[in-house]
């Protein structure tokens, strides 16, 4: 294939992939800078990588499991950085610290930040996404079934950490909060 060929391939996908991979990571990142960073780097490795680049919906998973590694690269990046700046990082948070809400938003941000990266990211895929365990099994490198399991796993998890978060609340019924899978 030509450079020329490569180029209009390249440009076809990052128009009809774009505004999916800039949601996936602005959704996942703290600031719209990372998640610039993390779209750019993706595109990177598309172009350095583009005869690997699979056609049609399969190149849109694939870029999705890039922008995963480039994101889990990023966030150890952040976590690296962020250890060396533990006493500012500490004072800061206590200087302005938000006061306590209670509110069923708050529960479920405190429930997910309970949750392993891997629980997150399976939900995510699911909820922010709206990927079905067959798309999710592609992101994550993984079989089906084991796409499935992960997702079941990570949905009891997620619903026990939300019972904790609201301890007030007998019988709290976190399922509804995640609709089961249709597949």
């Known amino acids: 294939m030509s450079e020329q060929d490569d180029r209009s391939r390249f440009e076809a996908v990052y128009r009809r992939t774009y505004e999916q991979i800039l949601g996936y990571a602005v959704r996942r990142c703290s600031s719209p800078e990372d998640a610039a960073d993390v779209v750019a780097e993706t595109y990177v490795i598309a172009w350095r990588r583009i005869t690997e680049l699979p056609d049609g919906e399969a190149g849109k998973l694939w870029l999705y499991g890039v922008a995963r590694r480039v994101l889990a690269n990023h966030r150890r990046s952040e976590r690296r950085r962020l250890t060396r700046h533990t006493e500012l990082t500490d004072e800061i948070e206590h200087l302005y610290a938000a006061p306590s809400d209670h509110s069923e938003q708050h529960g479920v941000d405190e429930a997910m930040d309970m949750l392993a990266d891997s629980d997150r990211e399976v939900l995510a895929l699911t909820l922010w996404e709206g990927l079905d365990p067959g798309e999710i099994a592609t992101v994550l490198d993984c079989s089906r079934n084991a796409a499935r399991i992960r997702l079941h796993r990570a949905r009891k998890r997620f ?11 007998v019988g709290f019924a976190a399922r509804p909060l995640i609709e089961k899978e249709s597949g």
């Open 159 to 169: 619903a026990k950490a939300l019972e904790k978060t609201r301890p007030s609340a």
